[in-house]
């Protein structure tokens, strides 16, 4: 049993899960960089963040609404395909003679930026969970 501290405390652990995993997969780039024919992969999971951002928030304002006219029309059905972080091939990159397409400037970039966004989502969750306990030892103190 977790105790939700916030909807967005939810939000920002999902998305230090998601950056961890990409920071694996990068990682798993640079170790390949000698694999022939090892083609790098990426994860992309903003849009999984904003479908959970919506889910928590209950934003439907940017969703258009099916009419129904008749109570025998079918129920709309909710995309659920955009909820999970995809990953992909990032290619672009010439591979070398042994078909390997790992750029390690790019894979060293794309790590120090990983890393600069979780640190980031480390120090708001920390925020987050700061404001909750400051209320706790408040209430405590008026007793």
């Known amino acids: 049993m977790s105790i939700e501290i916030s909807k967005t405390h939810e939000l920002l652990s999902q998305a230090m899960d998601y950056r961890a995993a990409r920071q694996d997969m990068i990682a798993s780039n640079i170790a390949n960089a000698d694999t022939p024919y090892y083609r790098p992969r990426d994860i992309r999971f903003e849009d999984a963040l904003v479908a ?65 966004m979780f640190n980031a989502l480390v120090m708001a969750s920390k925020k987050d969970t700061a404001i909750f306990k400051g209320v706790i030892e408040a209430s405590g103190r008026l007793n």
């Open 52 to 116: 959970k951002e919506r889910e928590l928030y209950h934003d439907n304002s940017h969703e258009l609404q099916m009419a129904a006219t008749n109570e025998k029309h079918l129920k709309a059905k909710e995309q659920e395909g955009s909820r999970k972080p995809t990953i992909y091939f990032r290619d672009g990159h010439m591979a070398r003679n042994d078909g390997n397409s790992v750029d390690l400037d790019v894979e060293t970039t794309e790590m120090s930026k990983n890393s600069v």
